[in-house]
C-alpha cells in the first residue's frame, strides 16, 4: 500500500495531545496503523512536546521549535513512506482501531442504501462523542454532491478508490477537510469505493439533489 494523503500536521498534534474528538482520533489511530510517515510524525511531536515541558523551568526552547518541526514532517516526500497495513488477522480488510467497532467483516455488513450507489452503515461512538463515524459504500462511477462541512471532516479509505480536486484516494489515505473546503469525488474504481467518515457537524450540500440527500445520508 502507497499511502499518499495524510492528515494535516495540525490534526496530528491535536491527535497526540489528546484533543480530538473520538471519531476522529479513532479515524487518525486506523490511518497511523497503516502509515509509518505518521508513526514517525507522532513520534516527533511526542519528543518535542515532552522536550519543551521539560524546559518549562528550564531555559526556554526557541519558540519555533516546533514550527520548523511541522513543516519538516510537511515537506517529507510521500515516497519515502511505504507502511504495510496492522490489520487483526480475523479482518483483513479493516485497520485494528476500525475492527473494534465492527462484529465483523467488510463482507459481512448489513449495507442501508440511502441514494443511488451510495450506502451507508453507522459506526458505533459513545453518547459523549460530538463527532459521527459512518462507513459509506459508494459504486463505481458515483460522483457524490458537491458539498462543503459544517466543520472538520476525516475520510480514510479502506477499500477502492475516489478522485477529487486534491487527488487520488486509494486504502490507507486520509482526507483531511475543514469547513471551507468544497468537494466533488468520484469514484475511480471498478470495485465499490469503501470508506468511513468522520464529521462534527452535518454536511452542507449545495445542489438540490444534495440537499435531498443530505437528510437521507445523514452526514
Ligand atoms: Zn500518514
New binding site residues.
Given amino acids: 500500500m502507497k499511502?499518499v494523503h495524510?492528515?494535516d500536521s495540525a490534526t496530528l498534534v491535536s491527535y497526540a495531545a489528546g484533543n480530538l474528538d473520538e471519531g476522529f482520533a479513532t479515524l487518525v489511530a486506523a490511518?497511523?496503523a497503516s502509515?509509518e510517515?505518521?508513526q514517525a510524525?507522532l513520534r516527533e511531536i511526542e519528543r518535542v512536546g515532552g522536550a519543551l515541558l521539560d524546559t518549562v523551568d528550564a531555559t526556554p526552547m526557541s519558540p519555533t521549535a516546533l514550527e520548523r518541526t511541522l513543516s519538516r514532517l510537511d515537506s517529507e516526500t510521500a515516497d519515502e513512506?511505504r507502511a504495510p497495513r496492522t490489520n487483526g488477522e480475523k479482518r483483513p480488510d479493516l485497520p485494528a482501531p476500525l475492527a473494534r467497532l465492527l462484529k465483523g467483516g467488510l463482507d459481512d455488513i448489513a449495507w442501508k442504501t440511502v441514494a443511488p450507489g451510495v450506502s451507508k452503515h453507522p459506526l458505533p461512538v459513545s453518547r459523549a462523542a460530538r463527532s459521527r463515524l459512518t462507513l459509506l459504500k459508494i459504486a463505481p462511477g458515483t460522483k457524490v454532491p458537491d458539498h462543503g462541512h459544517g466543520g472538520m471532516e476525516l475520510t480514510l479509505v479502506l477499500k477502492g478508490s475516489y478522485c477529487d480536486a486534491f487527488g487520488r484516494f486509494a486504502p490507507g489515505d486520509?482526507a483531511d477537510l475543514d469547513e471551507h473546503v468544497e468537494h466533488q469525488p468520484i469514484v475511480d474504481s471498478p470495485e465499490p469505493c469503501v470508506c468511513v467518515v468522520a464529521t462534527e457537524a452535518p454536511t452542507r450540500f449545495k445542489n438540490v439533489f444534495g440537499r435531498i440527500l443530505q437528510p437521507i445520508v445523514g452526514i
Avoid: E, M, R
Fill in positions: 499511502i495524510h492528515p490511518h497511523i502509515c510517515k505518521c510524525a513512506h486520509l
